[in-house]
């Protein structure tokens, strides 16, 4: 979703802001632009479209500046175009903001502000807000006081950035629901919407919390709530370095986080298995391992991507941890005025840490007294910290907007704590030790599987045309079908539908014809002879069919068009390895249709509004 990058120094500010910019590309976006002060003059550039396209225009300028601010926007109220992108200023060009978020009650705030003799250049709900500051600076309150008699008057969510020709010494922001870090440097600082935008300047960052604002001048940051409180904050020294965000010779994001499956699933892992004694150690969960044990019930909330590893979850939960789970959308839960009590643990899994709805279902659990877990990949997210415990996936920096390796690593963090929680209930030390033998030897089994990449490739040749696909899987494959059909169609943008396999009788085998190819996950395990007999009922009816199989099933053969042979593993663990075919599927019928895979259309890689 939009980016936001401020830059304060001595240095250009130019290339820097474009080149975060061109960091945060992978967010999502449909337009682009910067302005800077300097000297006592100002300059805005927008354009509709890339990051590219901007860097052309503003290089023909030739600008100097040594103060700026820089964003990338995703259409919320108005159609992408010039005149709608960020940043906007006032009437006279002196004050310049950028926003992430929605303001809810810009109609009202427009209103009033027409009447005073405000006119707007855009249809969006930002421009209310420079307008809004604005009218404060004319009352000749400074500009930080501006901001905060602003934004006591708005309701939404805001990510800002804001800086003013009369006080060229200071970027004013502010957060309240979008992520905002400042980057701290010698005799510079930076603001960004995530750290990787900053990463090739400065690896110390202090993460704004909601409510809070901060002043960033070349020298130093104060941080103030809105209401004018102090805060102290830590300075946190990130790990992440360039190479993670870096495509490493590969064509896309998407690509190369798929192949990186391998190690990212190492990584998850790294550390926190005891063959010996059949168990998990996860330290995250540490202080609360009682409480969590003890749980009534487990309920899961997520979205997207994150939302299929939670299913899987509650298949691991139940069948290992014996506890009662339940698996939520985030962002129905937060509106249903759900039933938690104090004896619940509500898990939140989300790769960026960041979205909203996620981070609303987490605050509505925990104001009803459950233990609140987070799996969360991008270290010092909001969900992260919000959390009352939790644990990092570690599967290293996800920038293709279709989530690869972080769904394969949150599969590996929820056996983890299935495996701790059984090992505290009933499961026996040999059990536990089968489960983490099946565990280490993932790796190598992903190594294997990746190594159908020029198989699939050709299958995908074969497919690229067609114009819906169905997906279906049973017990714990049915959520890796779901999964395999989201990929499909997020890049692809053909229509495809994931299903339990038995549910397809209850109606989409109306759909079933010459045409329509249905991808079957049909592994050996207790299901196997079910999905087989629903594979007939597809052959019957002329579908093509695609398998998934385990790779000594060669009777499978006789009944499918194709199929593609992976090494077995434990039921439970069988979804880290089927979904990386199907990975690999959506990718190269992306690819072939010409289609931008790490930025497909309209998607955002982190969604923080609702
Ligand atoms: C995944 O391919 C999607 N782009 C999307 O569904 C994603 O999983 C969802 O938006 C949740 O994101 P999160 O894991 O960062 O919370």
């Keep these: 979703m939009c980016g936001i990058i401020g830059y304060i120094g001595e240095k250009n500010c130019v290339p820097i802001l474009i080149n975060g910019l061109k960091r945060l590309e992978y967010r999502g976006y449909d337009s682009a632009g910067i302005s800077i002060i300097n000297n006592g003059n100002t300059c805005i550039v927008k354009n509709k479209g890339k990051v590219s396209a901007l860097e052309e225009k503003v290089s023909l300028m030739k600008l100097n500046a040594v103060l700026g601010i820089g964003h990338t926007r995703w259409a919320t109220h108005g159609i992408p175009n ?43 709900d930002s421009e209310v807000l420079v307008m809004l500051i604005d009218s404060f600076l004319k009352k000749n309150y400074p500009l930080t006081k501006a901001v905060q008699l602003a934004l006591s008057e708005v309701e939404g969510t805001y990510g800002i950035a804001v800086i003013y020709k009369d006080e060229p010494d200071k970027i004013v922001v502010a957060r309240k629901g979008s992520p905002l870090v400042v980057g701290l440097g010698e005799n510079e600082n930076f603001i960004a919407s995530d750290v990787s935008a900053i ?38 020294e990130i790990s992440m370095s360039l190479d993670e965000i870096d495509k490493g010779g590969y064509s896309h994001f998407m690509l190369k986080e798929i192949m990186e499956q391998t190690e990212s699933v190492t990584n998850s892992m790294r550390g926190r298995l005891l063959l010996e004694d059949g168990d998990a150690k996860l330290g995250g969960l540490a202080n609360v391992i009682d409480k969590l044990v003890n749980s009534n019930r487990i309920i899961i909330s997520a979205c997207g991507t994150s939302w299929h590893a939670g299913l899987v979850g ?12 339940e698996v939520e959308y985030a962002s129905e839960f937060r509106y249903r005025n759900p039933i938690i009590t104090n004896e619940d643990t509500v898990i939140l899994i989300s790769q960026s840490g960041e979205t909203a709805d996620t981070l609303a279902a987490l605050r509505e659990a925990k104001s009803r007294g459950a233990l609140v877990l987070g799996i969360c990949n991008v270290v010092g997210s909001t969900i992260a910290r919000e959390s009352n415990a939790g644990v990092y996936i570690h599967a290293g920096s996800e920038i293709g907007v279709a989530s690869t390796k972080a769904f394969t690593s949150q599969l590996i963090v929820l056996a983890l704590i299935t495996l701790l929680i059984a090992r505290k209930k009933s499961l026996s030390a040999a059990e536990g030790k089968e489960l983490v033998e099946a565990m280490q030897e993932l790796p190598d089994k992903i190594s294997h599987i990746l190594k159908l990449n020029d198989t699939i490739e050709q299958l995908a040749e074969e497919f690229k045309d067609s114009k819906n696909f169905l997906y279906l899987g049973r017990g714990y ?58 594979i007939e009922e597809v052959r019957a009816r002329g579908g093509r069919i695609i398998a998934i199989a385990s790779e000594n099933d060669e009777e499978i053969d006789t009944l499918v068009d194709y199929s593609i042979k992976i090494p077995d593993t434990v039921e439970m663990l069988r979804p880290v390895l089927t979904s990386i075919p199907l990975q690999l599927l959506a990718y190269h019928i992306a690819v072939k249709k010409g289609l931008n895979v790490d930025q497909p259309r309209n998607l955002a890689k982190s969604v923080t509004v609702e």
Excluded at 483 to 507: D, F, R, T
């Design 82 to 124: 010039e005149i709608n992108a960020h940043p906007h200023s006032n009437e006279d060009n002196t004050l310049f903001l950028i926003h992430n978020g929605i303001i809810e009650n810009y109609q009202t705030i427009k209103k009033g502000l027409k009447q005073i003799g405000y006119s707007f250049r855009s249809e969006t």
């Design 199 to 236: 990463l090739a300047h400065t690896k110390q960052i202090v993460y704004l919390d909601d409510g809070e604002l901060a002043v960033i001048t070349k020298n130093g940051f104060l941080v103030k709530t809105i209401l004018d409180i102090e805060i102290e904050k830590e300075v946190h």
């Design 477 to 534: 494959n049915f959520p890796a079908a779901l999964e395999g059909a989201l990929k499909l169609k997020e890049i692809s943008y053909i229509h495809a539908e994931g299903y339990p396999a038995a549910e397809m009788k209850h109606g989409p085998i109306a759909l079933i014809d010459e045409k329509m190819p249905v991808v079957f996950i049909a592994t050996k395990d207790s299901t196997y002879e079910k999905v087989i007999s629903n």
């Design 314 to 325: 509650e298949y691991m939960f139940e069948q290992y941890a014996r506890i009662q789970t």
